[in-house]
């Protein structure tokens, strides 16, 4: 079989999902590949656990930004999300390891709230609910195996002898991405020796939409982030070793741990049920460029970032938007894929990208070391950006996604 549209998205992430309704919603044919095959897709369903358990509250959540939550909703996404799962964040406590403190909170921003705890359940569902209604979006499940660039088109060949041919194929798969190998395009890659490990956690006391953090270098860096009802979610990037302790301990123990630090902000933390830990290994992916002939790499297979400031997917959002721009705005003569077109999205992304990495990666290096006189600077910086209001301002308003802060 050979499908033909006007832009092939390969990955069905978040990402991959929300540029296809984008494109679509463009006025673009666009074929969405997914690696399941349907016989994995369906044993996949029967696997699914019990209502009550699905209902649980899922222990990967992402905080979105501004950029993702305007994006969502000019797809209707937004809306179709379950608002009672959603928390917002109010407010957010930075602590260091010596007593440096950075507060930010969305008064002081002068917005009404700083960012949205969405849960990855919510957000796929609402998107996978979109999908069904986006007449120009063709769903394909298959394995792509062969990526073949021509002046007029790209092909993707899959491995059951189907080939689906675009103007432009946009790689949205991944961190370990095989489009961006098929491009032989380059990348740095660097382990940063922690794995996050994420929980729930009930709290004794409410949170009043207050995110926390603390970052040290024996114990890596906590975040506890809000959920509805006085209720947390922990994203703790651990160093490797500890990791692999905390991984062996009880939920209850890794609690105690929790309470011990958060005692004064949120009381005592319990596990909530039914008990689900997950851990993710981290690590940096830089790829040397986010375009090739007729390819644009979106989300993480163009980036991915230590997930100490919540970003890796807000960074994805805001590729999608860029990337859709750049081609609803090129000129008649262009066509999707068009190298000034796939030229200028790079362009706008350079900034944007560049500055998370190199925030992200400098506070992991920085709260990484155990060298004194870093140790007392990295906590006096913290002080005096908390006591600098204009520049804490710009922070709040790049972290929200917005450049005019
Ligand atoms: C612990 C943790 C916490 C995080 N917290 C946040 C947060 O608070 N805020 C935030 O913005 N970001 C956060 N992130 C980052 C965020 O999770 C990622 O940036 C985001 O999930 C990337 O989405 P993606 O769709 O680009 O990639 P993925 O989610 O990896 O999706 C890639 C998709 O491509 C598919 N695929 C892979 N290979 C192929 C192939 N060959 N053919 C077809 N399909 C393929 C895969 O099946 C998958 O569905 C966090 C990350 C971690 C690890």
């Known amino acids: 079989m050979h499908i033909q549209s006007d832009v092939c998205i390969i990955g069905d992430g978040a990402i991959g999902k929300v540029a296809a309704l984008g494109f679509a919603q463009a006025g673009l044919k666009v074929a969405l590949l997914s690696p399941l095959s349907p016989l994995s897709a369906s044993s996949n369903k029967a696997a699914q656990p019990p209502t009550s358990v699905a209902e649980a ?24 999300l ?17 007593a440096g403190e950075l507060a930010f909170d969305a008064y002081g921003a002068r917005v009404g709230t700083l960012a949205w705890i969405v849960e990855d359940r919510n957000l796929n569902q609402a998107l996978d609910a979109a999908l069904k209604f986006a007449s120009n979006v063709r769903a394909v499940n298959g394995r792509a195996v062969d990526l073949k660039i021509s002046d007029q088109a790209a092909s993707v060949q899959l491995e059951n002898g189907d080939t689906l041919s675009a103007e432009l194929v946009i790689g949205a798969d991944g961190g370990q991405s095989w ?11 660097r382990p940063y020796g922690q ?19 603390w970052f040290s270098v024996a114990e890596g860096v906590i975040a506890l982030l809000p959920l509805p ?3 947390v979610s922990l994203v703790w990037s651990a160093p490797d070793a500890l990791a692999d302790t905390l991984s062996q301990e009880s939920l209850t123990q890794l609690a105690a741990r929790l309470s011990a630090l958060a005692a004064t902000e949120l009381g005592t933390l319990t596990p909530l049920q ?3 830990v997950k851990s993710f290994p981290l690590s940096l992916i830089r790829p040397h460029a986010i375009t090739a002939a007729r390819v644009a790499l979106i989300g993480d297979a ?13 960074l994805g959002f805001a590729d999608v938007a860029g990337l859709i721009k750049a081609v609803v705005e090129r000129e008649e003569h262009r066509d999707c894929g068009d190298a000034r077109v796939l030229a200028r999205y790079a362009r706008s992304r350079k900034e ?38 204009v520049l804490k301002r710009r922070l709040i308003g790049h972290a929200m996604g917005s450049k005019n802060q």
């Open 82 to 98: 379950d608002t009672g799962r959603i928390a917002p964040v109010d407010s957010m406590m930075v602590n260091g390891d010596a």
């Open 274 to 276: 039914p008990e689900v």
């Open 352 to 389: 944007d990208i560049l500055l998370m990495q190199f925030a992200t990666d400098g506070l992991a290096r920085l709260f990484g070391t155990a060298f004194e006189p870093l140790r007392i600077a990295r906590n006096l910086g913290l002080n005096l950006v908390n006591k600098l209001p």
């Open 195 to 213: 794995r996050a490990i994420v929980s729930n956690f009930a709290c004794e006391k409410p949170h009043h939409g207050a995110a926390h953090q």
């Open 302 to 314: 163009a980036h991915v970032v230590h997930p100490l400031a919540g970003h890796g997917m807000n």
């Open 179 to 189: 489009v961006r190998s098929q491009c032989n395009i380059d990348f740095d890659y």
């Open 229 to 231: 009802g006085n209720q």
């Open 57 to 80: 509250w899922d222990v990967r959540v992402y905080a979105v930004n501004h950029v993702a939550h305007n994006l969502l909703s000019s797809v209707k996404v937004w809306e179709a």
